[in-house]
């Protein structure tokens, strides 16, 4: 189902979706204050909880595409988790040489 099609508002998109959370996820969105009552910020909570910025790291650096999986498909896979993981990390396309060059150096150790 589409919910974009039926035009709902943000909120209520948010009581829709908040309706089928059950778990960790309905703990986490107890969390949430009603200023942040909206999709993206549902969205952002969520997947900060289900896969911090190491994780992303991981994801990226083990990538292996799928039997089914074709080459620019893998690509846009491993752009997302890239792009997810300098989301997490808070930094900016300039301050990616720092966040390699850190990382780098973790594993060195």
């Known amino acids: 189902m589409n919910i974009k099609n039926y035009y709902w508002s943000d909120e209520n998109k948010f009581i829709a ?7 960790d996820t309905m703990k986490l969105l107890q969390t949430l204050s009603e200023l ?14 289900l ?4 994780c992303y790291d991981e994801k990226v650096r083990h990538a292996i595409p799928l039997q089914s999986e074709n080459t620019d498909a893998f690509i ?10 300098t989301e997490l990390a ?3 396309k300039g301050e990616l040489r720092d966040l390699v060059i850190r990382d780098q150096l ?4």
Do not use: P
């Open 76 to 85: 846009s896979k491993i752009k997302m988790m890239f792009d997810r993981w």
């Open 106 to 109: 973790y594993r060195s150790f």
């Open 36 to 49: 942040q009552w909206t999709c993206q910020h549902l969205k952002e909570a969520i997947l900060k909880h």
């Open 17 to 23: 979706l908040s309706n089928l959370l059950t778990g």
């Open 90 to 92: 808070g930094v900016t």
């Open 51 to 54: 896969c911090t910025e190491d």
